[in-house]
């Protein structure tokens, strides 16, 4: 079984499938966060953790910020630098910001691979007084179909997983809300920040058997596994996919948390 550092840096496998199917962060986050950096001064530098192929990086720049990236996984890394972005490899926690500062950290799909108590810490060190911290999930349900038969088939193939699959859409949210209140409780502990937020958009993307499975093959619940476990939750997938006509609309919830530095 996969450890869950080995799945953290296992998605530079899917690189290229990654950015493609990946969906962006809902514009009105992405205005939201460039407003509130605008708001609190001059500056527009903006430190992406966990950039990955630099969705986020690239949304945020097309807003008016300048980006830096910092990527453990060098194959991701290289894909972003290569639309643009400005990467450094290494984990948030071991790179050296060498007397940077930044106006904004923010983290999309990849906070919950930083360590809880040296992550905040490291951002305390790195933001400006007043800057931003930001860090966004997905949270998607497809047709309970999908769902439960994606959950069986991972269940038949990593019975023993670090973590829990959500049974519905709700309690999907609801978990997802709990991690971000764990984050900004880890941030407030650090005495270094302040005015911790929630903040949410809703929306749906359109799918086809195919082009699901070419997105749920990019999930940290695939990468790390050998191709006859992926082939055997695929094909289960795929079949639920099928019966349902081929075609689905999934429900995406994208949670934020926001915290500033003191």
């Not at 990654?18 to 605008?38: G, K």
């Not at 749906?204 to 006859?228: I, K, V």
């Amino acid at each position: 079984m996969p450890t869950p550092a080995g799945w953290s840096q296992s998605f530079g496998s899917e690189a290229e499938r990654y950015d493609r199917t990946r969906p962006p962060y809902p514009a009105e986050l992405v205005d939201r966060i460039a407003d509130r950096i605008a708001a609190a001064g001059p500056g527009r530098d903006v430190l992406d953790v966990g950039c990955g192929t630099g969705i986020a990086a690239r949304q945020l720049r097309a807003a008016g910020c300048t980006v830096l990236g910092v990527e453990p996984d060098e194959r991701m890394a290289a894909f972003a630098r290569d639309t643009g972005v400005t990467v450094e490899t290494a984990t948030f926690e071991a790179w050296d910001p060498a007397g940077r500062r930044f106006d904004a950290v923010v983290a999309g799909q990849s906070w919950h691979w930083v360590d809880a108590s040296a992550g905040p810490a490291q951002a305390a060190r790195v933001l400006r007084p007043g800057g931003l911290f930001v860090a966004l999930w997905h949270v998607f349900a497809p047709p309970e179909p999908v769902s439960r038969a994606f959950a069986e088939a991972f269940q038949r193939v990593v019975p023993d997983a670090p973590f829990q699959l959500p049974t519905s859409p709700e309690q999907a949210v609801t978990s997802y809300e709990a991690g971000c209140t764990r984050t900004a409780e880890s941030f407030l502990a650090t005495g270094e920040f302040t005015e911790a937020e929630q903040w949410s958009a809703s929306w749906e993307h359109s799918y086809t058997t195919g082009s699901y499975l070419d997105f749920m093959r990019t999930t940290g619940a695939l990468t790390a596994l050998p191709p006859d476990q992926v082939a055997v939750v695929t094909d289960a997938v795929g079949t639920a996919a099928e019966a349902l006509g081929g075609s689905f609309t999934t429900s995406y919830c994208t949670l934020a948390v926001a915290v500033v530095r003191s």
